[in-house]
């Protein structure tokens, strides 16, 4: 072979080699300065920012997902912070899973970007981490978020509490159905232990709660519940068993039983006045009225002084609120009551075991 026609082959040689090196480097640069997906993608701004990772736990089924997406990617690229990674929520694991892995890539704060379920699924991976739970409000309810002052209307405030903001170790509840009721399908994990952020309620409540119509719920927000209760108000009155801590069981006629780890509620209205989110305790409430709409017109004037800081204790009243702490309270009902922890209908219960864990969840505040 011409030495001519060897070095002509080794330079075309070469040449190939340098053009694939090329095109692979150019293709890595090209895929660095995409915009991120939704399955924890970043970007090129991953090698050159400094600062905490972000991660947003996402409900893509809520309306405003995109602009949260958006807003958090703009708010990072100004604070010259690292772009966050998102996460997308699924009906078969609604924000667990998402948020365990986001703490495994590495995330120092995990945002949850939903509604009240979502903030109890990126609550029950982050209980006993350490790791920072950041709120943005996309839901009815957003009760965590009222209860911590967090902006419900605006991502931008939103995510300057979550960039900017200190962190706050916050008590968790507990919820366990130990009996259901003899006519309820058993669900796959008898057992499970709820995690409740502001309220678990037997009765009534949870009644509204079930009985809320999804579609309603999007349309008019958390007014869709009041709708719902409704059709309860004229219901019977349950037989009730409580016992708290090692006290002795006392027996009550009730509408509802709720169990609160701190007490504001939609629409301005404070269930449980006294109630402090790391005080390592639960606040009880036991409602009851009797004498129809006559003493539910007496139980909401009730609430709304008990809000204002003014108490009723006289006797003799046909709607009222008795409130007394515990740390773990076991409450049955033989006939079977729904139940709910933070809005999440669990099923119709005869007994229920609540109990709090303190200071087990680091949340990100104002």
């Known amino acids: 072979m011409p030495g001519e ?26 895929s660095r300065g995409r915009a991120p997906g939704r399955d924890g993608a970043g970007g090129a701004e991953d090698d050159a920012a400094h600062g905490p990772r972000i991660a947003v736990v996402i409900n893509p089924s ?59 699924a990126v609550a029950e991976a982050l209980t006993g981490t350490g790791t920072p739970m950041g709120l943005i409000p996309v839901g009815t309810g957003n009760l965590l978020a009222r209860n911590l002052d967090i902006p419900l209307t605006s991502v931008t405030e939103a995510l300057t509490i979550v960039l900017g903001g200190k962190d706050r170790a916050i008590d968790v509840g507990r919820a366990r159905i130990t009996e259901f009721a003899p006519d309820v399908e058993q669900p796959d994990e008898p057992d499970a232990a709820h995690i409740f952020l502001v309220i678990a309620g037997l009765g009534f409540d949870a009644a509204m709660v079930a009985d809320a119509d999804d579609q309603l719920k999007a349309r008019v927000g958390w007014i ?12 019977r009155r349950m037989h009730a068993s409580i016992r708290l801590d090692d006290g002795e069981e006392v027996s009550a006629r009730l509408r509802s039983i709720m169990v609160g780890n701190c007490g504001r509620l939609p629409g301005g209205i404070t269930l449980l006045p006294d109630a402090i989110i790391d005080d390592g305790e639960l606040d009880v409430a036991a409602i009851d009225t009797r004498g129809g709409l006559a003493g539910w017109a007496q139980l909401l004037g009730e609430v709304v002084a008990q809000g204002l800081g003014v108490r009723n204790d006289l006797p003799g009243k046909i709607g009222r609120i008795d409130h007394i702490r515990a740390r773990h309270v076991v409450i049955r ?13 669990l099923g119709r219960a005869v007994e229920l075991v609540t109990w709090v864990e303190p200071g087990a969840l680091v949340v990100r505040t104002a």
Do not use: N
């Not at 006939?335 to 209908?345: C, L």
């Open 5 to 30: 026609l060897v070095v002509g082959i080794v330079a075309l040689g070469v040449a190939l080699v340098a053009l694939t090196v090329t095109l692979v480097l150019w293709s890595r640069s090209r």
């Open 224 to 235: 869709a519940y009041f709708f719902a209760g409704a059709r309860h108000l004229h219901g």
């Open 333 to 345: 009902v033989p006939e079977g009551e729904q139940a709910q922890v933070d809005g999440d209908p």
């Open 62 to 120: 809520k309306e405003g997902a995109a602009d949260v997406q958006e807003t958090a990617e703009r708010v990072c690229a100004e604070a010259a912070l690292p772009r966050p990674r998102f996460y997308s929520t699924t009906v078969d694991d609604p924000g667990t899973g998402q948020a365990r892995q986001a703490v495994a890539d590495g995330a120092e704060v995990v945002v949850a970007a939903g509604g009240d379920g979502t903030v109890r």
